[in-house]
């Protein structure tokens, strides 16, 4: 990956690939098998992206954690996003109603 904007990637698939990179329990084996980016593609991308301090605290964050790469791990992990996390569909959350 250049330093250029790769044009096979949106913008709202670069911004959840950086979600997904600062996510502690995303491993990224999950951001390969998504969006096809290696490890060093996804550092590239996050050097470009984010601010100078901002990607020192990222990489620094990073070295040290174990569940950022899968063979790591003491538990793998199957999933994409925290079990706590809403169910969203068509990107309209459903509404409660309230009594």
Known sequence: M???????????AQDRIIEMAWED?????????????SEAEVIVLMRRELAPA??????????????KHRQKQLEPTNRFRCSRQRNISN???SKRTTR
């Open 2 to 12: 250049s330093k250029k904007q790769s044009p096979s990637l949106s913008n709202e």
């Open 54 to 67: 901002s990607w020192r605290r990222w990489r620094a964050r990073v070295q040290g954690r174990n569940t």
């Open 91 to 93: 990107n309209a959350i």
């Open 25 to 37: 329990r995303t491993p990224f084996e999950a951001i390969k098998a998504q969006f096809g980016l």
